[in-house]
């Protein structure tokens, strides 16, 4: 079974310039997810989506994060524009379903560096 | 908000040696979810422990739930190389879906 493949897996910008980050989850899993993963922290929930609705964004940023999900499949994530805190690994998961107890399935995320 | 709590942030054991890492959730989680990340990997689901005062074994490593369903705790017997990584701890809130990550806790392993 293929994974969550992520692209691309590095990125460096400068501040103000934008980027956006690609997500392919595990097939047949309609929970998707993006993390933020600072250096040295646990992972933390930017949005979730469940097929092509949003199930939780209260953490996302949206003054210059964006994301979606169009067809229920892949999902973008845009950030516009961005700031030197922005610089972390972005992770995408995804799961069978959106309840508590589903196991997320984690891609190889996206290392942002901004300058 | 909810808060999931590690202890202790890093580790260093002798290869052989035991190791123990804690969680603790400032709200009763209707599960507790235990990831392990490789350095430069990404997190890889381990466990789920979902009643009160559960305990599991996965050969060498051992997951306990509080019997508040507020704390956790991996115990590894006997660490090998392959060990390292940082081990997170994640739970959702009784009323919620969302995954809340503690910090982890570093562990190397000397040889």
């Known amino acids: 079974e293929a994974g969550v493949a992520q692209s691309p897996r590095y990125k460096i910008i400068e501040k103000r310039q934008s980027v956006a980050f690609w997500c392919n989850p595990i097939?047949?899993?309609?929970?998707l997810y993006w993390y933020q993963q600072i250096l040295g922290q646990g992972p933390k929930l930017l949005i979730q989506?469940?097929?092509?609705?949003?199930?939780?964004d209260s953490q996302l940023p949206k003054d210059r994060f964006s994301a979606e999900r169009l067809k229920g499949v892949d999902s973008t994530l845009k950030i516009q524009p961005a700031k030197l805190e922005d610089s972390a690994v972005y992770l995408c998961?995804?799961?069978?379903?959106?309840?508590?107890?589903?196991?997320?399935?984690f891609g190889p995320g996206t290392r942002l560096t901004v300058l | 908000g909810q808060q999931v709590m590690q202890i202790p942030q890093y580790q260093h054991v002798q290869e052989g040696e035991d190791f123990t890492t804690y969680c603790n959730s400032s709200?009763?989680?209707?599960?507790i979810q235990w990831y392990k990340q490789r350095p430069g990997g990404h997190p890889v689901f381990l466990i789920q422990?979902?009643?009160?005062?559960e305990v599991k074994k996965q050969k060498r490593l051992t997951f306990q739930f509080g019997e508040a369903k507020k704390n956790s705790s991996l115990h590894i017997t006997a660490t090998q190389t392959t060990d390292v990584g940082t081990y997170f701890c994640?739970?959702?809130?009784?009323?919620?879906?969302?995954?809340?990550f503690g910090a982890g806790t570093i562990l190397r392993v000397k040889s």
């Open positions: 998961a995804s799961s069978l379903d959106t309840g508590p107890h589903n196991e997320q399935f």
């Open positions: 097939s047949g899993h309609a929970t």
């Open positions: 989506f469940q097929n092509n609705g949003v199930v939780d």
């Open positions: 709200t009763t989680l209707s599960n």
């Open positions: 422990l979902v009643k009160s005062g």
């Open positions: 994640a739970g959702p809130p009784r009323s919620g879906n969302k995954l809340v």
